[in-house]
């Protein structure tokens, strides 16, 4: 009994955190519209992700199962936004793997900083298909772009350097981010055992 309880304890956390995430990640993605943020938005996603999503990690149970569905859910409305299905499979894939170091190693501070590492991935991978799809991708910024950003994407895979450094911001602001939540939640943390 206490074992379904917990299920749909983790099930909750699922909902009312993805909703706090999508709200989030929706508003601040639109500093993408500023061409030059672009390549750093997943820093700033990450960076300004970090506490809500600490917290989240801390509270769930069951992280394969729930970290999977957490960023699955994230995915599916993006994808309904008009993002490609290639992006939606790397977010439930990078959903999943994500609760692989809690899962494996613990719930730990160390263990958390690793996961939100791997989330990383994620907003960093919402311009890959530029580079994989380029035509498609930029009939579907033009949709909701003016010229000048569609011309500055249309640049971007030109330069071979920019999609390993996107990942990269990505990675840092991770790192950035997991430190700043780690201080914001100290007390949280040493209350439930986690540092």
Not at 30 to 36: D, Q, R, S, T, W
Not at 48 to 68: E, H, Q, T
Not at 85 to 98: E, H, K, N
Not at 173 to 194: E, Y
Request: net charge positive; with cysteine.
């Amino acid at each position: 009994m206490e074992k379904k309880n917990t299920l749909v304890r983790d099930l909750v956390y699922v909902g009312v955190f993805n909703a706090v995430y999508t709200i989030l990640t929706f508003t601040i993605a639109f500093l993408g519209y500023i061409p030059v943020l672009m390549p750093v938005l997943p820093m700033i996603l990450t960076i300004a992700l970090s506490i809500p999503v600490f917290l989240f990690y801390s509270k769930i149970d069951r992280p394969i199962l729930c970290c999977g569905l957490f960023y699955s859910l994230f995915g599916f409305f993006y994808y309904l936004c008009g993002h490609s299905p290639l992006f939606l499979a790397i977010i439930v894939a990078g959903g999943f793997i994500t609760g692989i170091p809690m899962q494996l190693l613990g719930k730990s501070t160390k263990s958390l900083t690793i996961s939100y590492v791997i989330s990383s991935i994620i907003p960093s991978s919402v311009l890959l298909p530029l580079w994989l799809m380029t035509e498609d991708y930029l009939k579907m910024a033009a949709t909701f772009c003016d010229q000048s950003c569609v011309d500055f994407l249309a640049a971007m895979p030109e330069h071979n350097w920019v999609l390993p450094a996107i990942y990269a911001s990505g990675a840092i602001g991770a790192l950035i981010g997991a430190l700043i939540a780690r201080r914001a939640m100290k007390k949280h943390f040493k209350r439930i055992g986690l540092v």
